[in-house]
């Protein structure tokens, strides 16, 4: 039970009285239930007149809330929930939802579930009028069952707790379908599921519900309210407002490219093939004269920054994405004409974008011209590199700048305050994939510190963005366990259609590491110590997986059995 108050913003019934026998008392864990969790009989809060109650879950959890409460005189009960606690009160309507269940009993015992699933920590019962006890509490969870073989401490417990927030953000997005939250849509957004699916991979063993997720968009004969060629920027949620985020469909090709590899099923994604080259069709109508993307329409996305006022009339981070998925279609289908526009876009992007210091994030057309615009954000760089436009090779400077001065730190150095700061979707989700590409695992393992700890240590799961103006326990930020597995503990990849397990130790700055990750063969188990000039390690793979092993770091391998 949390410290309650005289009042209750939001409520304009009445000021709600104070109830002083209520101690701080937390629930540190609520499992699956089949009936409320009952209190003992010290614990029984009982609500009479105006009053509240709130409770703790511990972390934030989703499922079905449950709630016995016998009614000594007509009652009006509010349950109220939310994932964080606002001002040390649970405010039921932040993210713009009405966290509110209203029940309207008579004299009498009941027994309440749910009968939709919510998230939340806090859950606050405010009973408007009447005379009740409140008997038990419960949450019947509705999450995914299939993650708690997947294993990973080292030696910072910093880590560990982003491993174990990453694991809950999973579980509660990927019941079905990989989702965005499970408080305010439950939507199975593209871009998003591109980050979400990897985690899947390395906390399932499998690709069952990326399958499903792309099956989706094979069942209809066509897509209502979109135009043709045009993929739902969540589906099955259709929109018949008509909106819909035309660079949200580019994100799809680069996703159905690493399920080929992760699943070896080639027939969805041959089956696919029309989707995708109808999603290339819909963008020639856009094309200019410089075989750029030009004045999409509808709503077009970069991030949650400053980023997203920058995407007309060119929009430079789109067609960086754009390369990438002609690039992903290209391999994937054996089309080569795909691969050398992508290659055009990328050399005009280059010419256009980059100002000798930074990429600008976009152009407008004038009097028929297109004048570069001085629009520069953080996320416009990462996309550069992240699509391969520029290597750290080619544009040293910049990657100098980029790793040595941005980062979670820039807020509070405020270095190169021109350039609007990323946010966590997407941002700086790319910043760490072009981190591990080139080998930084040292920074990795700070900077996802300072990303997501006070998130995990907040809630328990990690967020939309880096502040709580929306879902705290987003399915794209789970990616964090992939991160860690990874660029942490070493495994780079787990190739099933192959049979390979690729392995790189790296100069990490910790003095152990243990991880077990699920195959679809059975599993990968790697630990390792570092002792003076040595790493020790053991490493076991399913049968018939063959390894592959890079040291580029400055130690010694020696493999125990």
């Given at each position: 039970l949390v410290t309650v108050g005289p009042t209750v913003k939001g409520y304009p019934e009445a000021e709600l009285t104070r109830i002083p026998s209520l101690e701080m008392q937390s629930l540190k864990s609520v499992p699956v239930v089949t009936d409320p969790v009952p209190f003992d009989a010290a614990s029984k809060v009982d609500l009479v007149g105006n009053a509240y109650a709130s409770f703790d879950f511990g972390t934030n959890l989703a499922g079905f809330p449950g709630v016995r409460i016998t009614c000594r005189k007509p009652t009006r009960l509010f349950i109220t929930f939310d994932e964080i606690l606002s001002d040390n009160d649970v405010d039921c309507r932040r993210m713009g939802c009405v966290?509110?269940?209203?029940?309207?009993?008579?004299?009498?015992?009941?027994?309440?579930?749910?009968?939709?699933?919510?998230?939340?920590?806090?859950?606050?019962?405010?009973?408007?009028?009447?005379?009740?006890?409140?008997?038990?509490?419960?949450?019947?969870?509705?999450?995914?069952?299939?993650?708690?073989?997947?294993q990973f401490t080292a030696s910072d417990p910093r880590l560990n707790r982003i491993f174990e927030a990453a694991r809950e953000t999973f579980r509660q997005n990927a019941v079905d379908l990989f989702m965005d939250c499970p408080s305010r849509e439950r939507g199975a957004w593209l871009a998003d599921s591109l980050f979400t699916s990897r985690a899947g991979f390395d906390l399932c063993g499998d690709t069952r519900i990326e399958h499903n997720f792309f099956e989706n968009y094979l069942l209809p004969e066509d897509f209502a309210y979109l135009p043709d060629g045009m993929l739902p920027m969540t589906y099955p949620a259709d929109h018949p407002d008509g909106v819909f985020i035309p660079n949200f469909a580019l994100w799809f090709v680069p996703q159905l490219e690493e399920y080929a590899a992760r699943s070896g099923d080639r027939a969805t994604v041959d089956a696919l093939k029309p989707r995708v080259?109808?999603?290339?069709?819909?963008?020639?109508?856009?094309?200019?004269?410089?075989?750029?993307?030009?004045?999409?329409?509808?709503?077009?996305?970069?991030?949650?920054?400053?980023?997203?006022?920058?995407?007309?009339?060119?929009?430079?981070?789109?067609?960086?994405?754009?390369?990438?998925?002609?690039?992903?279609?290209?391999?994937?289908?054996?089309?080569?004409?795909?691969?050398?526009?992508?290659?055009?876009?990328?050399?005009?992007?280059?010419?256009?974008?980059?100002?000798?210091?930074?990429?600008?994030?976009?152009?407008?057309?004038?009097?028929?011209?297109?004048?570069?615009?001085?629009?520069?954000?953080?996320?416009?760089?990462?996309?550069?590199?992240?699509?391969?436009?520029?290597?750290?090779?080619?544009?040293?400077?910049?990657?100098?700048?980029?790793?040595?001065?941005?980062?979670?730190?820039?807020?509070?150095?405020?270095?190169?305050?021109?350039?609007?700061?990323?946010?966590?979707?997407?941002?700086?989700?790319?910043?760490?994939?072009?981190?591990?590409?080139?080998?930084?695992?040292?920074?990795?393992?700070?900077?996802?510190?300072?990303?997501?700890?006070?998130?995990?240590e907040r809630t328990g799961t990690l967020w939309e963005m880096d502040d709580t103006s929306a879902s705290c326990n987003h399915g794209f930020a789970s990616h964090a366990a992939h991160t860690l597995y990874r660029d942490v503990l070493g495994v780079r990849q787990i190739d099933p259609v192959n049979k390979v397990v690729k392995v790189r130790f790296t100069d990490a700055n910790l003095p152990w590491c243990d991880g077990r990750i699920p195959a679809p063969d059975g599993y990968v188990d790697l630990r390792w110590t570092r002792e003076a000039n040595t790493v020790k390690y053991h490493l076991s793979v399913p049968a018939g997986y063959r390894v592959e092993v890079e040291n580029p770091s400055n130690y010694t391998l020696q493999r125990e059995p």
């Open positions: 966290n509110i269940i209203d029940l309207k009993m008579p004299e009498g015992a009941y027994n309440f579930e749910a009968i939709e699933a919510y998230n939340f920590r806090y859950m606050k019962l405010v009973a408007l009028d009447g005379d009740c006890t409140i008997d038990a509490i419960s949450l019947r969870e509705y999450v995914n069952p299939d993650v708690q073989e997947a080259l109808g999603v290339f069709e819909y963008f020639k109508k856009f094309k200019n004269e410089d075989g750029l993307l030009e004045k999409l329409e509808n709503w077009v996305f970069i991030e949650w920054s400053k980023a997203a006022g920058y995407v007309q009339d060119v929009s430079y981070p789109t067609n960086m994405l754009y390369a990438g998925a002609l690039e992903s279609a290209g391999r994937i289908y054996n089309m080569p004409e795909l691969l050398q526009e992508a290659k055009s876009v990328r050399d005009t992007v280059l010419r256009q974008s980059f100002d000798g210091k930074f990429f600008i994030d976009n152009a407008i057309r004038k009097d028929g011209k297109l004048e570069i615009t001085t629009n520069r954000s953080e996320v416009c760089q990462y996309f550069a590199f992240y699509f391969n436009v520029v290597t750290p090779e080619s544009h040293p400077e910049l990657w100098k700048t980029l790793c040595e001065q941005f980062g979670p730190q820039r807020k509070e150095t405020r270095a190169f305050p021109e350039i609007d700061f990323a946010n966590t979707l997407v941002g700086n989700m790319l910043r760490m994939e072009i981190l591990s590409r080139y080998g930084r695992s040292n920074q990795i393992l700070d900077e996802v510190v300072g990303y997501l700890l006070y998130m995990a």
